[in-house]
């Protein structure tokens, strides 16, 4: 970590910063400048409080070298993480593709749709039995009774499923139904929820927040890891920007990124990001060329009569085109689909 | 609601979306063009699925014209509503200012805080018990004891207490020790969060989510107002922007708007939005010129040993200094202080 | 053009709305509920002043069904457009490759690029003559000097050439050194400039704002193509967000959006986009796989000797490697490079 | 300015950093860590390519300390600047209101509107003869002859005129028909007209581009002030974000920020930033509460017959009564109205 003093700052100001440094066991290099003086500070800063030091009033700026995230970082872990799921291997070789309706319905949805999901090379079902709805008065999900028929449908057509959490109550509950548990976009940063999914042993798929950065959604990752669950799988959901012609454009160069700074596999959601069934194929294809481990999509056999975002949903039919349409990208990037 | 038909509708398509309206009890106006029939809908659309007509392939626009919030709209509820707490009105006349350090870290700590901010004209304390942190790493909160130093600082200085709600399962316990509790703006959007603080009867502090639009600002009041607890008090936070030198921009014109479309008590929080406590003074002074009811600003006696986001606290003197300036803005919009 | 007046409109104002409009030769359709009157407008409402109708202080919304667009829009011109330069087509099945240098610095270095690039398979060579700098002290460009020399390497290696135009005095001057002029995303909504490459016959690429929105950057694309010049090749360069890790985070979706809408064609600028090295392959990959024309890429075959925006030029290594990773992306979406 | 060196940089490697700097004329302060070698460059680091330093595949950071702007920046010069235009004096203690209509239409339109904002308080008369319209389709303004009824105007009420300038060939003859010329959002970083305006000796209000950063804004503001024209008026015209309900919010704490930052003069545009006549008297009673120096703001004696730009005008009758209502906050922060 470096802090610089401001024109002026006296000797006895420099020694106040060279303690604090020193008092946790840090090492200190101190660069005098004709106006200004640096000061270095050498060891594992990661638990250094950058925020007192900004709070000095004769420190004009305060820069960390290393990033803060540890457990999810690359550099602590130089291997890509592979999570298996009975045999099905997130951030291997292999695409994955998780698809199904944005929420659970009926036994018959649920039935015909991972039916359909499953025979175009779906591998994961996805489903939500709670919906974050941003009015109280929209559709909130089945709940427990949506959780059974997940139950029920997994075990019929031998697929792994996957449901959102959203309240740190039901965490042991839901985790007893699904192979993955999700996180929603709204909740990255519910850190309470973070910790209760950090203590279950099952793959938590973590979506960013609508205006995270790269670091805090890392952040976030690490908040789970450090409570022992290591089985995070980032999902790239997009943001939220000025454009009015989609709901949150994906910023793909995040991929790249992501997978550079962290060992963590990395999916996007193309529903909830474009908002639109048209731009889902173009946009998975792109994030399967940029280095995605697989895709979490929205499918339903009924769009226009599903429950919640119905306009998202891809058709049964178009899934299963676009799927064909993956193959070969998959194969130019050397992954298998 | 206005639903545009694509150029080529069939008379079947437009019949599908007439008797879907009229199914839920709506009326229906058809405005046929040379290329487009426009279709409205009449009468409380609030629980229409817009969705669902935008789902439909031969839909080319859906136009909500009313809001979709109503318990916390101006229009259902028309007078100001003014929040009472022990004689402490918060969207009356009279401009109210909470004040106090970022995170409890010490009885000696909230004592001294307490009675600097409440002598210089604070009517209500506030500090975190449990804090939300981007990194797990960083300081979390003193919890359960630190809302007993609260408790004991509340009765020595009779003074209003506040702290924030993290955890849904914390707060029944939470609401016993204080006045008013606080959602910040990571939790905007935890909906189970929500709805647990709209069961309890005392007063909640909402911060914006750092990009929410207006509307979900109120549709998360709603949320709140839903469950029974109409005292909402909807405090402005600022909004992420690609500005560097400062933390949350605030909108100060999402203040009048906020005034126009609510009738809920509106207030700002100028630490955590500018981040930097030179920006303070100059944003309270615009927020109160611009019609906002109060301020929730971080006070610490010694920024630079407070355990967390010590770089934006005001000392006591900057503090005190501030009301006085404040003062006569208030005066010039007729706002007493 | 649907105009919804405001609850208690009177009839005298209705028809204040009906005559404007009917003055313009457009028939009116209206539809009464129960609360509010809906106005359609009908016929060819290009050119009806949404601004007017919505200044009325009666009127509570206006809405476009139409785009603002024309000759930009696909709807106008169904096939793609496809541009050629002496025998390299862009906006066809071919993926065509600009490269070189951001800036024209010498001859020795625009002759090893040039050599480079079109050895790699580059069809184009970019280097800017005018630079536009944030700063005024940084490093300017070398003016008609750089045109000459950006001329006698077009002989001298048969390569068509391109550069930026920044100066509508000097748009005239420009256009008979290159092949293609480029505008930059700081001159999108530079009109004066637009209308002057508008008038020229030489193609254009045209870069989007760091903030406009894709209805703004195809309405730039219609200032040149209403002067006559329809060969306008669009550039997504992308936009400005909060990720402090990129410096233009791009949109990968408004490529396949852009060409759902328009006939133009459309390429990616990944350097400034991403503002570093490590980024740009997998940026290119995602864009060509989701359906880009091209791709506008600086090298340097000296990034650490560059005067402008080294870090983010690929060496001439690093783009062959590129090129080699791009062709099979190519293949997989039906596309030849 | 600081260079940081990657893990495992060479001796070798830390040479050629230590040269380029010394080079420049600079001094070398090293600094090395247990990790990573520290370089802080010493003297005045203007010009030193920051650019290129990152290029450096050894480097990891690059930082700089001093901002690079230095004539619009306070420490270069201290004291406020105060420019005197025939003695309304912008700067200075007074509120300085410069009001009128968005575009010329016709001499009567421009006589009323003059009469009114005169005698409402308004010292300079504002309208456009050249207007920047998104879309050609749009009216473009009245161009010369709107100038010649400007000059008409200014004659007859003794009032100031101020114009825009878009075109940097036109820069010459607007000039002398006004006593400010006025830089538009769009045109922020349009760098030949900046160095046209340079050249001129009458006062530039320049706007902040729709998505600049403060830096970035002061670097436009340097470009102007390099060439000569040290009469420079910063214009705070609001931002671009995911907002729907207002044009381009405005972030009041930027105001705070250039008066601190920078010696120039500050106004805001609350028109173009909030788009809606409503926001606008809370607007810019926080700007005057925040320190803005003055105001800009349209007027149109009949806003439903503007020919742009009409729902964002105040009527004449609103602007007097918010001319009342901004008197007593000035007075309130110490300034004259």
New interface residues.
């Given amino acids: 970590m470096?802090i610089?003093l401001k024109k002026g700052a006296t000797k006895k100001e420099l020694n106040k910063v060279v303690e604090f440094i020193k008092n946790q066991g840090l090492?200190v290099?101190?660069?005098?400048?004709?106006?200004?003086t640096?000061i270095?500070a050498?060891?594992d800063v990661?638990?250094l409080?950058e925020?007192?030091l900004?709070?000095?009033?004769f420190v004009?700026?305060v820069?960390r070298?290393l990033k803060?995230f540890k457990l999810a970082s690359r550099e602590f872990h130089p291997d890509n993480t592979i999570i298996d799921i009975n045999g099905i291997k997130i951030g291997g070789r292999e695409i994955v593709v998780i698809a199904g309706p944005c929420a659970i319905e009926s036994e018959e949805q649920l039935m015909k749709t991972a039916k359909a999901v499953k025979s175009a090379g779906a591998k994961v079902l996805r489903a939500s039995a709670f919906k974050?709805?941003?009015?109280?008065?929209d559709f909130q999900g089945l709940g427990i009774e949506g959780l059974e028929l997940l139950a029920k449908v997994k075990k019929k057509f031998n697929i792994a499923v996957e449901t959102e959490v959203?309240?740190?109550?039901l965490v042991e509950t839901v985790v007893d139904y699904v192979d993955i548990v999700r996180i929603g976009a709204?909740?990255m940063?519910?850190?309470?929820l973070l910790k209760e999914v950090g203590k279950i042993r099952k793959p938590v798929i973590l979506k960013n927040?609508?205006?995270s950065?790269?670091?805090?959604f890392l952040?976030a990752a690490?908040?789970i890891m450090?409570e022992g669950n290591a089985k995070v799988i980032l999902c790239n959901r997009g943001?939220?920007?000025?454009?009015?012609?989609?709901r949150f454009?994906?910023?793909?160069?995040?991929?790249?990124?992501l997978k550079?700074e962290s060992h963590l596999p990395v999916i996007i959601d193309p529903s909830h990001?474009?908002g639109r069934p048209?731009?889902i194929p173009?946009?998975c294809?792109?994030?399967?060329?940029?280095?995605a481990d697989g895709i979490i999509v929205e499918v339903h056999y009924n769009?226009?009569?599903?429950?919640?975002?119905?306009?998202q949903?891809l058709t049964p039919v178009v899934f299963k085109r676009m799927m064909a349409e993956l193959k070969?990208?998959a194969?130019?990037?050397g992954r298998a689909f």
Same sequence: chains 1, 2, 3, 4.
Avoid: W
């Fill in positions: 470096i610089v090492k290099h101190i660069s005098k400048g004709a106006e200004r640096i270095g050498v060891g990661r638990r409080d925020d007192h900004r709070s000095l009033h004009e700026k820069m070298v803060p974050p709805r941003t009015s109280p008065y959203m309240d740190p109550r709204r909740n940063q519910n850190f309470d927040g609508i205006a950065t790269m670091q805090e952040m690490e908040y450090n943001v939220r920007t000025f454009e009015p012609e989609m454009p994906l910023n793909i160069g995040l991929i790249a990124l550079k990001s474009m048209d731009l173009p946009i294809k792109a994030a399967i060329a940029a280095g769009p226009e009569q599903a429950l919640c975002d119905g306009p949903a070969p990208i194969g130019a990037v």
